[in-house]
């Protein structure tokens, strides 16, 4: 089954920190990866995307088909940082959905 | 520009009703998705509408239904309502339904069944 992992439901570093938000994938064929963020009171909005390979914020994420990853990646968080993750593979052949991971809130500490 | 907007923002139904809840997209997109969000359990997949038709609908019992019409405005009814399907309820909106194509979210509607 196709299935979404971000192993961490909580993540709390301090400003300045490295921050890592992992994201595991099991999917047949390959997928388009997606990172999305929601900030407080916010709607829910994309971060990047795998395929442009663009870091946004600061953030960057490599795709590692070998150990199934999608891991986001920041070298010094900020305090705007704070915000629930989502990532996202995409299926998309004709069932062109979504199928997510259940989040994982970051929390960036002064 | 608007965004994709939903209503109402919040609901409050009692069990065995029935919940109409209702989304725009973005002008010009022509896919609407519809997701679930309910507590602890992450985003989960209802329904794919694309020119006007069901594409894909997720793992939802068929008292989950919806329709998208002709100005790509869509709908998603809820019947005999639960407890558990109080969530929130996201709706967003892409251009088309190709690879690679950023989904626009609404704010949600809050469905509270009591």
């Known amino acids: 089954a196709q299935r979404v992992t971000q192993p961490e439901k909580l993540l709390s570093v301090f400003k300045g920190a490295p921050v890592e938000l992992k994201c595991n994938y099991s999917?047949?064929?390959?997928?388009?990866l997606f990172w999305y963020v929601q900030y407080s009171r916010q709607r829910l909005q994309l971060l990047l995307r795998?395929?442009?390979?663009?870091s946004i914020k600061g953030f960057t994420a490599d795709l590692n088909k070998g150990e199934t990853s999608f891991h986001l990646k920041k070298p010094f968080a900020q305090e705007e940082d704070s915000a629930m993750y989502y990532c996202?593979?995409?299926?998309?052949?004709?069932?062109?959905?979504?199928?997510w991971g259940l989040g994982t809130s970051l929390a960036v500490n002064p | 520009e608007a965004g994709v907007t939903q209503s109402p923002t919040h609901l409050i139904k009692t069990r065995g009703q029935q919940a109409t809840l209702r989304c725009s997209p973005i002008?010009?997109?022509?896919?609407v998705y519809w997701y679930q969000q309910a507590l602890g359990l992450g985003l989960q997949f209802l329904l794919w509408?694309?020119?006007?038709?069901?594409?894909n609908r997720g793992n939802f019992p068929p008292r989950f239904s919806g329709r998208q019409f002709p100005n790509y405005s869509s709908e998603l009814n809820v019947n005999a309502l639960e407890l558990e399907d109080s969530a929130l309820y996201l709706c967003?909106?892409?251009?088309?339904?190709?690879?690679?194509?950023?989904?626009?979210f609404g704010q949600g509607t809050r469905l509270t069944v009591v």
């Open positions: 967003a909106s892409s251009l088309w339904a190709g690879m690679n194509t950023e989904a626009f």
């Open positions: 509408y694309d020119e006007g038709e069901e594409r």
């Open positions: 996202a593979p995409l299926n998309a052949g004709n069932n062109r959905k979504l199928i």
């Open positions: 795998h395929i442009s390979r663009e």
């Open positions: 999917y047949s064929g390959s997928p388009e």
């Open positions: 002008s010009g997109h022509t896919s």
